[in-house]
């Protein structure tokens, strides 16, 4: 199997992070990671140009890192309540989603894009729950949502 050496913009779960070189397929590298600019052929000069953007990509992170915590510590204060009608049995008719979850959040001045909103499954009974929020690579928090019944 042929393989390539890229070079990472983004972050990528399940890849690496940004600046890293990976191997990965070659069908891979150049049918997804190249066009969408997620990555780089890593060249000798795309190396240099990296490197010599290293120091600021880091202080950029720091940045975002020291901006992620603050903000998680301000949503770990936040609870959320959605009002759905239930059936008999206590299940919802519909669901909260991770898209209810980003828009609840927005409603409170936390731009949250739904990706980040981490949800197993489609909250389909009443009660108290814990979603995570990924807010950075390294920042995760926990938001509690109360779905009760609608009157």
């Not at 010599?52 to 903000?71: F, G, P, V």
């Not at 898209?99 to 909250?123: C, F, N, W």
């Amino acid at each position: 199997m042929a393989t390539m050496e890229v070079l990472l913009i983004e972050d990528l779960d399940n890849l690496g992070g940004r600046g890293e070189i990976v191997r990965v397929k070659s069908g891979y590298g150049r049918n997804y990671l190249l066009p969408r600019k997620f990555a780089i052929e890593a060249t000798p000069a795309n190396k240099r140009m990296i490197e010599q953007q290293r120091k600021a990509l880091l202080k950029r992170e720091a940045a975002l890192r020291s901006t992620a915590q603050m903000q998680a510590e301000q949503m770990g204060q936040v609870t959320l309540t959605f009002e759905r009608t239930v059936g008999e049995h206590g299940i919802l008719y519909g669901s909260v989603t991770a898209l209810d979850v980003a828009e609840a959040l927005a409603s409170k001045g936390y731009e949250i894009d739904k990706r980040r909103v981490t949800l197993k499954e489609p909250i389909k009974t009443e009660g108290e729950f814990e979603v995570a929020v990924k807010l950075h690579k390294e920042v995760t928090t926990n938001v509690k949502v109360v779905v009760v019944k609608q009157q």
